[in-house]
């Protein structure tokens, strides 16, 4: 039974034998795209592409291994295949995009297009009358895209309750902490353009569960507070980790350290 | 050895401890190089955010206060999003905007499309009163970084990896000018044409064509707009067969400029354009790999190629001179 800690390990070790980066904004997601995959998306792992499932945009496209090892953990990727991590010539990219591994939606980066991609293919489920609800992941830092804003807007407008923006509030971008570039309360934000919001402990899977299934009848955002680099002490809360491979004896120290 | 990161950092020190107004802009992201800038002029170093679009409009609101503005970031987020606000508020409005650029061409293409950047050159020559200038060495980054300052306008400067390590390939006395094509190495059998980061790659291929008792002359083309099309003219009078290779897209930049310069002259020469295929990659791929997958012609194609063309102008020679 994968549980997030045992994903967090797997994806320290593959996105550094990949010798690749952004494992603190992996760390920071994990229960988040847990609990969207093992408790909430209406998916089944035969048919990827069955017209009623859920739709999961991964806005923040490079938190892609832990999103690959929560597909695994339900059935949708066959975990060997995630041995091509950032591999050339595979089809396992180190951020989401759609080269051939099943069950991956449009999306991923650059950022700040999910909500968009969102809104369309909500407006799409409204239209063919299916059951079909859209979850996005973004990013905080991604927040500061104009893009973000002008679907935030939207949405209410089009009466998406089948819409919902999960926040991976990390505070921490890829220069510095996100609110000494843009100081700013998303949840209020989103509020004030008409979205439901709640606010959660990012790597509780039960607060996440209730706020990703409670009813809503307008656009759902969950503002998901999480710790870039959570579980290992010294990416925690550091800047500096975001694009980085690990050394040998960062990834050894990373482990041993996990907690 | 210097990085783009270093040679970019060290100019921002220059030119912002001479006049006092210059500003360097992110839209988040680290260039490794500048901290000495920043350090020493924080009012003149703003953070605006993950927001490309803000960027540029903000920097144009600057350099129309008076202001010299840098603006950095990864050439896909540098230009892609932000086009027309490059286009209105700093092409039209003849804006004196820097965009330097980094990681162009596929040299961080194992991120996927997010940042493989080989239309950049295309696009950003397509702009009225836009100046785009890709350095292939150490001589070039810092000369025309130079020249670049001096400008009415905006400019773009295409860089590959922020901590890529510039060659130095010209002479220190080496006349580097903006607009102008600089000879690096003579040879009367065919023309090398290169441009950015591709230039040392291109010596390295003169010097095996070498091996091969090929004389091919190498010419260095950093300045794209303005485009030195008289350089060419002369290789087409001289009749050499040309070859044009560049880390970018061969629809619009480097290529196009050269077959462009050639079909004006009326008169034709055997050409060959080396560079990315008009395609995307759908695989997961390094700079090396996607050289394979794309079927990019390397050295032993192209000397093969050159091989023919003497053999056809000596054949050609003989026939005159029956």
Not at chain 1, 130 to 136: E, K
Not at chain 2, 123 to 139: K, Q, S
Request: glycine content about 10%; charged content about 20%.
């Amino acid at each position: 039974m994968t549980t997030p800690q045992q994903m967090r390990r797997d994806l320290i070790r593959m996105i550094a034998r990949a010798n690749t980066g952004h494992i603190p904004s992996n760390l920071s997601a994990v229960e988040i795209v847990y609990t969207l995959f093992l408790r909430v998306l209406k998916l089944d792992p035969e048919r990827p592409d069955w017209p009623d499932r859920d739709r999961f945009i991964a806005s923040k496209g490079h938190c892609a291994a832990a999103i690959y090892l929560a597909m695994s953990a339900v059935g949708i990727i066959d975990r060997q295949r995630l041995d091509d991590f950032n591999v050339d010539g595979g089809d396992v990219p180190a951020t989401i995009l759609r080269y051939g591994l099943p069950g991956i939606e449009p999306g991923g980066s650059p950022l700040g297009r999910g909500p968009s991609i969102g809104i369309g293919t909500a407006v799409a489920a409204k239209r063919d009358g299916r059951d079909s609800r859209t979850y996005v992941l973004v990013g905080d830092g991604e927040c500061q895209e104009g893009q973000i804003w002008e679907a935030a807007m939207l949405a209410p407008t089009l009466g998406l309750d089948n819409l919902v923006v999960v926040v991976d509030e990390n505070r921490l971008q890829g220069s510095f902490e996100t609110r000494d570039v843009v100081a700013a309360d998303l949840g209020a934000r989103f509020t004030a353009f008409g979205w439901q919001c709640h606010r959660v402990d990012g790597h509780s899977v039960a607060e996440l569960e209730t706020a990703l299934l409670a009813p809503q009848d307008r656009p759902k955002v969950v503002i998901a507070a999480t710790i870039k680099g959570k579980g290992v002490p010294m990416m925690e809360n550091e800047t500096g980790w975001h694009g980085r491979a690990l050394t040998f004896a960062e990834l050894t120290t990373s482990l041993r350290g996990f907690r | 050895m210097t990085t783009v990161g270093e040679v970019v950092g060290e100019h921002l020190l220059r030119v912002g401890a001479e006049a006092g107004d210059t500003y360097l802009i992110y839209a988040d992201g680290r260039l490794r190089g500048v901290e000495p800038f920043i350090e020493k002029f924080p009012d003149r170093f703003l953070n605006v955010g993950i927001a490309e679009q803000n960027a540029v409009s903000i920097a144009a609101g600057l350099a129309h206060s008076g202001k010299q503005v840098y603006l950095w970031n990864n050439t896909t987020f540098l230009l892609y999003r932000p086009f027309d606000q490059i286009r209105v508020d700093a092409a039209f409005s003849r804006t004196r905007l820097r965009l330097i650029g980094t990681s162009a061409g596929l040299t961080r293409s194992k991120s996927g499309i997010i940042n493989i950047a080989v239309e950049d050159v295309a696009i950003m020559r397509a702009l009225p009163n836009m100046t785009v200038v890709c350095p292939g060495d150490l001589h070039e980054a810092r000369a025309l970084l130079n020249q670049c300052h001096q400008l009415d306008g905006p400019v773009y400067v295409r860089f590959p990896l922020e901590n890529y390590e510039l060659p130095e390939i010209h002479r220190p006395d080496t006349k580097v000018t903006l607009g102008h094509a600089i000879t690096v190495r003579d040879g009367d059998d065919a023309a090398l044409i290169a441009t950015g980061h591709m230039l040392p790659v291109a010596l390295g291929w003169i010097d095996e064509f070498a091996k091969a008792g090929l004389r091919v002359r190498l010419v260095s083309m950093p300045s794209i707009k303005p485009f030195d099309a008289g350089s060419v003219v002369t290789l087409v009078a001289e009749q050499l067969p040309i070859i044009t290779v560049e880390d970018h897209s061969t629809i619009g930049g480097l290529g196009s400029a050269v077959a462009e310069a050639i079909a004006e002259t009326g008169r034709g020469v055997p050409f060959r354009r080396i560079g990315v295929p008009d395609r995307y990659p759908y695989v997961v791929g390094s700079l090396g790999y996607l050289t394979e997958h794309f079927g990019m012609p390397g050295v032993s194609e192209l000397r093969a190629w050159i091989v023919d063309q003497v053999s056809a102008r000596s054949a050609r020679e003989a026939e005159v001179g029956k």
